[in-house]
């Protein structure tokens, strides 16, 4: 008996910790600014991203920097609803969703890449794992460095026909919000270098 409500306790710990690292993706983190702060809030995310740079060679900071541009952290962001006669709430003005405001085009084109079909935009393991394979094949087609957080949001928003056009040049408002993804790549490197220790030790449910 006494063996059976150890065995139940066990598994209702695995089942509670397991139902709070699903809880944590659906909520933003609570200092969206801080990658200390914010990787050890949401405990799986410093391995997804780690796992992304290790495959595609894109460092953890500029997959920060886009995700934050892009949704600062929401699982479901979607654009905002066009207006019929500027008034009526009507369809969204793109497809884009999750937490890089992938469009339905751009994430089929990723999958069939790289067979990834079970990816979903609203996980941030498979986004990561997006964002390192669309900047490595900006900096294969394009020559963008890898590190380069301001260029890449520029092929990133504009893709890769786009930035090759120089269509950027005609949207002052897109160089200064890429001049913004930059600055928190930088913010984001200096602060992990302050906390990688122990962001790379890890609580002992990572694994999960």
Partial sequence: MAQTRRLRLGVFTLVA?????????????????????????????????????????????????????????????????????WVIPWGRVSSAYGYAQIQDGTWRWYQRATGHYGADRDDFGDVTDFIGWYVSMVHRTLGISKWDAYHQYLAYHEGPGGYRRHTYRKKPWLMRVARK????????????????????????????
């Fill in 17 to 85: 910790v397991l139902a709070a690292g699903v809880s944590g993706c659906a909520t933003p983190p609570a200092n969206p600014r801080n990658a200390c702060a914010m990787l050890k809030e949401e405990s799986g995310w410093y391995r997804d991203a780690q796992r992304a740079y290790k495959r595609w060679g894109v460092p953890i900071q500029v997959q920060l920097a886009i995700i934050y541009q892009e949704s600062r952290f929401r699982h479901d962001a979607k654009p905002p609803r066009g207006r019929l006669l």
């Fill in 181 to 208: 993804v930059a600055a928190n790549a930088r913010r984001y490197r200096a602060q992990i270098a302050r906390c990688r220790g122990e962001l790379e030790s890890g609580p002992w449910w990572w694994p999960f």
